[in-house]
């Protein structure tokens, strides 16, 4: 990563994603929605195969995995980058 950029942690993308906890869930909204305004959040694939697995199996009402991949497509998730190694 470079300076200025942040990564995002799978628990904010499930949280802004999937209502688990409404207090959480508004937190994880602002900090997707700065990231999409602002760019500079980045993420990895690892964050997105943990994120998959939490939205769509680990939870009590999991995203259908058509949703899944329509919030992940390409643009989705604003000005996300894949982390640099």
């Known amino acids: 990563m470079t300076e200025g950029?942040?990564?995002?942690?799978t628990n904010?993308?499930?949280h802004a994603y999937v209502l688990l906890d409404a207090r959480k869930q508004a937190s994880a909204r602002?900090?997707?929605?700065?990231?999409w305004r602002d760019g500079g959040?980045?993420?990895t694939?690892?964050?997105l195969c943990e994120f998959f697995?939490?939205?769509?199996?680990?939870i009590a009402r999991p995203m259908r995995v058509r949703r899944f991949s329509?919030?992940?497509?390409?643009?989705r998730l604003g000005r996300f980058q894949p982390a640099r190694l």
């Open 53 to 58: 697995a939490v939205a769509t199996k680990r």
């Open 12 to 14: 904010v993308l499930v």
């Open 30 to 35: 602002e900090i997707v929605l700065t990231i």
């Open 45 to 47: 694939l690892q964050n």
């Open 70 to 75: 329509r919030v992940i497509r390409p643009g």
């Open 5 to 9: 950029e942040q990564l995002v942690d």
């Open 41 to 43: 959040g980045v993420t």
